[in-house]
């Protein structure tokens, strides 16, 4: 019964191939994420959409491109990989993305580019 | 713009010896604070938050962490540290629009027997 699940676990590419990541909550929350955590564990957003909306859109490479086909899916794709696109990649949500709402946080899914 | 910092990217104390994480925010409006733990090649879960209501938080675990607005803290403590606590601890804002939590660069806690 897993709250925010990603698939894959782990994934090693060569540099210049297309990936996607996939998340999926069965919270029946509205609002989720996607954060990078770097080789040196530090965590940044990346994205965020609300109902299918995108709310958040940081400096993001246009190389990264998320999609939201219902609420309680959000999945990322990454086109032309670099070496530098190495990191864990996190999935969240939170039930409206309220101020105070905790966010549940997926297993994260480790890419590693060749 | 909201951020946090945390004080030492690693602490290591003995077990049964109290545990004191650190971490300060900087924050142009009332913030929501944030403690996450991550252990070894795992996701990150929520040990306790602050969204204004009582200034001492407790979390699992045995953790817990008081909001002070005049030092800008929101430290975490234990009272007494257990091998199973050895993982690495971040602190979090709430920032802007969409709500996005900002997280500090992390703590890991070393537990010696």
Redesign the interface.
């Known amino acids: 019964d897993t709250a925010?699940s990603q698939t894959p676990k782990y994934l090693v590419t060569q540099m210049g191939n297309d990936k996607s990541i996939k998340c999926e909550q069965n919270l029946g929350h509205d609002?989720m994420?996607w954060?990078k955590q770097d080789s040196?564990?530090?965590?940044?957003?990346m994205f965020?959409y609300?109902n299918k909306e995108l709310?958040?859109n940081?400096t993001v490479p246009n190389r990264f491109s998320p999609k939201s086909p219902d609420k309680a899916h959000l999945n990322l794709h990454i086109n032309s990989l670099e070496l530098g696109d190495s990191a864990v990649y996190?999935c969240?949500s939170?039930p409206s993305?309220?101020?105070?709402?905790?966010?549940?946080?997926?297993?994260?899914t480790?890419l590693l580019v060749l | 713009a909201q951020s946090v910092t945390q004080l030492g990217s690693h602490v290591s104390v003995s077990e049964g010896a109290l545990v004191l994480l650190r971490c300060n925010y900087s924050s142009s409006v009332p913030p929501?604070l944030?403690w996450?733990v991550?252990y070894p090649?795992?996701?990150?879960?929520?040990l306790l938050?602050y969204?204004?209501a009582a200034t001492l938080v407790k979390g699992i675990n045995g953790f817990e962490a008081e909001f002070k607005k005049s030092e800008t803290s929101f430290h975490l403590t234990k009272p007494s540290a257990h091998m199973s606590d050895a993982a690495?601890y971040?602190c979090?804002v709430?920032a802007g629009?969409?709500?996005?939590?900002?997280?500090g660069?992390?703590t890991i806690l070393r537990v010696k027997s």
Do not use: D
Request: proline share 2%; no cysteine.
């Open positions: 925010v609002t994420y954060y040196k564990k530090f965590l940044k957003i965020s609300n709310i958040i940081e996190f969240a939170t993305g309220g101020a105070g709402e905790t966010q549940y946080f997926g297993p994260g480790r | 929501y944030f996450y991550q090649n795992q996701g990150l879960q929520l938050k969204t204004s690495e971040f979090a709430r629009y969409g709500n996005k939590l900002v997280f660069a992390g």
